[in-house]
Nanobody, 121 residues
C-alpha cells in the first residue's frame, strides 16, 4: 500500500504565504503525476496544481502566479508554496500521487488525509 502524509496547513492572514508538503511512503515502485486538490465547504473538490515526474506543471487559473508546485523524486514528495493567499483559498487541501507498487501493477491514485488551510483576517 501507498500512504501520503500532508503537513503545513493552518490559519493565515490574507496576503501571507503558507507552504504545504506531502510525502509518499510504503510499497512504491514508481510515481508519475503528483499534485494538490482542494475542497472548500459546500463545494466540489478541484485541482489546484499538478506536476509530472519530469517536472511539467499545471495550475488552476485561480492560483496561477500565486502558487508554485514542486517535487523531489528522490524523496517521493510534492510541495505547494502558496503566496498572496486570499480568503477564497480557504479549503481542505489534499495531495495525490499516481503510483504503482510493482512493474506489473496498474497505476493507481492515492490520496492524503487532507490539511485545512484557512485564510482570514
Amino acid at each position: 500500500q501507498v500512504q501520503l502524509v500532508e503537513s503545513g496547513g493552518g490559519d493565515v492572514q490574507p496576503g501571507k504565504s503558507l507552504p504545504l508538503s506531502c510525502a509518499a511512503s510504503g510499497s512504491i515502485f514508481s510515481i508519475s503525476d503528483m499534485g494538490w486538490f482542494r475542497q472548500a465547504s459546500g463545494k466540489q473538490r478541484e485541482l489546484v496544481a499538478s506536476i509530472t515526474s519530469g517536472g511539467a506543471t499545471a495550475y488552476a487559473d485561480s492560483v496561477k502566479g500565486r502558487f508554485t508546485i514542486s517535487r523531489d523524486n528522490a524523496k517521493n514528495s510534492v510541495y505547494l508554496q502558496m503566496n498572496s493567499l486570499k480568503p477564497e483559498d480557504t479549503a481542505v487541501y489534499y495531495c495525490y500521487a499516481r503510483a504503482k507498487q510493482g512493474w506489473s501493477y496498474a497505476w493507481s491514485d492515492y490520496w492524503g488525509q487532507g490539511t485545512q488551510v484557512t485564510v482570514s483576517s
